[in-house]
């Protein structure tokens, strides 16, 4: 991105995708202001993917490292996967944010700050020792110093506002900045903001003055001789939106539910970072959905299992620490044989651990984790929009083998964003419910489809149809309980069969690739756009290098052997110490299956993971 003057006149210069990322004090705006730089970009026809980046505190102290809050985002006219390793652009509204953002900048691109926050106080808070606009610091940067706050302060005079509002408008200066540095529509934004301060005129017109006045101040300094234009993306005709992974989790469960013509009831307990679900169902009760915010884990996942049970689409959501927590009733639901779906938004722990980080460290809960024999289906969701698709197909599996389904997400994949094209309830893949059916005038709640093993969804109260429910263990047939130890094998063996033959009914793995590489690298859930990022730039190098991408977990899908075994090298990458990995060695012994790893809160990036490839790929 090299800056040009063409007889001393701003040229346009066109690009195939650029990064952005915004970052300054929990109260400066970024989410926001990165939020809806996006929302214009898709509506420009840009692909892009997102990664907001919060804080861990609460109420860290303003300036300090601990309380910058960032927001990426790559857009591009080519199929974009990631929100890209480095920012081609960053704005920095403090020295705090420079300080904790400025890894994340490519060197030779442009660092747009605050400089008007640049004073000896906040240097000092940030953790700089000297001032880094003066001391070499940023010498590899092409730095805009622009007097943001003063600028916004002078803009918005004359308007009945106090300092407070005045300052909380500085984030629609800097995006109004990027609008004309990247060649931008306002009028999106303008929109949003009278939307938003409707009830309050002068904050509406205040945020649009900033938004103006950063546009025609970034059009007129030279520190910006050149403006980029990255054109509209070639994709499939439709209608889009913007979506997150939270909201198309949450979209994905209200559609399977009106497939089924049943109710949606979702049973929670706020927990970062799945409370959004919560907030996005709650808004759809015209829809026949039912949510309730429990008092604390335990009742959110009985609540839903009482829905399961009464013939309704029983969910609910939750973290790793909830997801602990809920253990014992999930055992119950295997044991009850009722469909219920347990969406997991994982972040980094144990414990409290890092709430607004991601991570991929809970596979070992949600394939072992609950006392006993109690095998339940776990998939994994790989990209903010076909969020939806998997908390779909999380009913579907549920509701057809009558059994709990894990669904894993991920802090990324949650507040991640992209375009998603709206499907037709009529193209979405048809929910059969098990009815049930009498033998002789007789019902057995315990009979069961010859196929696929599971027992019928008998609603309480049918006359007919009475029986018993719980967690002691059930005689074969008739449901009642039973104490025998040949049946208590028998029903164990029942259930883990059951599980294992949802193989049947899941897509078999596809290899991305020519099929006989040296190296095949393998992913699951929120890793698929860096890994197939890697890839396939190092498959344009002619390396010898595969892909596969695992969203079935357990079981897995029925090709997995024979695909491994045509490699010298597995190499599973995720975020945690490898317990997929470890997985698959139990499952495949002998097989070469060796692990990549990161722990850090953070994503992987493309060209971490290409040096990695690389290496394997010359031993």
């Not at 200066?173 to 005129?201: C, H, N, Q, V």
Request: aromatic share 8%; with cysteine; hydrophobic share 40%.
């Amino acid at each position: 991105m090299d800056d040009t003057l063409v007889n001393g006149t701003k040229t346009t210069k066109e690009l195939e995708k650029v990064v952005i990322r915004f970052a300054g004090d929990s109260g400066d705006g970024m989410q926001l202001t990165g939020s809806q730089f996006s929302f214009t970009s898709a509506l420009w026809g840009n692909d892009l993917a997102t990664f907001p980046d919060f804080p861990a505190e609460i109420r860290a102290p303003q300036g300090t490292v601990e309380g910058v809050s960032g927001f990426q985002v790559q857009i591009g006219k080519i199929d974009i996967y990631t929100p890209g390793d480095q920012a081609d652009v960053l704005v920095a509204m403090n020295p705090a944010a420079l300080k904790s953002n400025l890894q994340f900048a490519r060197k030779g691109g442009n660092i747009i700050i605050d400089m008007d926050a640049f004073v000896e106080r906040n240097i000092e808070k940030a953790g700089f020792k000297t001032n880094p606009l003066e001391d070499g610091t940023l010498n590899d940067y092409n730095v805009v110093e622009a007097p943001i706050s003063s600028l916004t302060k002078a803009a918005l005079e004359g308007l009945q506002l106090d300092n407070k509002s005045i300052m909380r408008s500085k984030n629609m200066f800097a995006l109004g900045m990027m609008y004309w540095l990247f060649d931008r529509s306002l009028k999106e934004t303008e929109k949003y903001i009278e939307d938003k301060f409707r009830k309050t005129p002068a904050l509406a017109e205040g945020n649009k003055r900033a938004l103006n006045a950063g546009y025609h101040y970034a059009e007129t300094i030279e520190a910006l001789p050149a403006r980029y234009k990255v054109p509209p993306a070639a994709i499939e005709k439709g209608v889009y939106r913007h979506i997150s992974g939270n909201t198309a989790t949450a979209w994905g469960l209200i559609a399977a539910a009106e497939k089924l013509g049943k109710q949606l009831f979702l049973g929670s307990y706020p927990i970062t970072p799945a409370s959004d679900i919560l907030h996005e169902l709650s808004r759809h009760k015209n829809l026949g959905v039912i949510t309730m915010q429990a008092e604390d884990e335990i009742a959110a996942v009985c609540s839903a299992i009482g829905a399961s049970y009464a013939g309704q689409v029983g969910v609910t959501t939750s973290s790793g620490p909830g997801i602990a927590l809920k253990g014992e009733a999930i055992g119950l639901a295997v044991m009850a044989e009722v469909p219920l779906v347990v969406v997991d938004v994982q972040r980094g722990g144990p414990s409290t651990g890092l709430p607004t980080k991601t991570e991929q460290a809970d596979i070992n809960i949600a394939v072992y984790g609950r006392n006993s024999e109690s095998p339940a289906v776990v998939i994994a969701a790989s990209t903010p929009s076909n969020c939806f698709e998997f908390a779909y197909q999380a009913v579907k599996l549920a509701v057809e083998h009558m059994t709990p389904v894990i669904l894993l997400t991920d802090g990324y994949l949650a507040n991640g964003s992209e375009p998603w094209k709206y499907p037709k309830l009529a193209d979405l893949p048809p929910i059969k419910v098990n009815e049930p059916q009498k033998t002789n005038g007789t019902y057995y709640p315990y009979a069961r489809d010859p196929e696929t093993l599971a027992r019928a969804w008998a609603l309480p109260g049918t006359t007919g149809l009475e029986h018993r429910i719980g967690g002691l263990e059930k005689q074969d047939i008739t449901g009642n309980v039973s104490y025998d130890p040949q049946n208590h094998e028998k029903m164990v063996r029942t259930r883990a069969e059951k599980v294992s033959r949802v193989a049947n009914y899941i897509p078999e793995l596809e290899v991305i690739g020519k099929g006989d590489g040296k190296l095949l690298v393998v992913g699951w859930g929120g890793t698929y756009g860096g890994l197939l990022t890697s890839v396939k730039e190092l498959q344009l190098a002619n390396k010898k290098i595969d892909f596969v991408h695992f969203n079935y977990i357990n079981p897995l899908p029925k090709n997995t052997r024979q695909i491994f075994e045509k490699y010298d090298k597995i190499l599973v990458c995720e975020l945690n110490m490898g317990q997929f990995a470890s997985l698959l060695r139990s499952r495949f012994p002998g097989l070469n299956i060796l692990s990549y790893n990161k722990i850090q809160g953070q994503p992987f990036l493309v060209t971490e993971l290409k040096e990695v490839f690389i290496n394997h790929l010359k031993d």
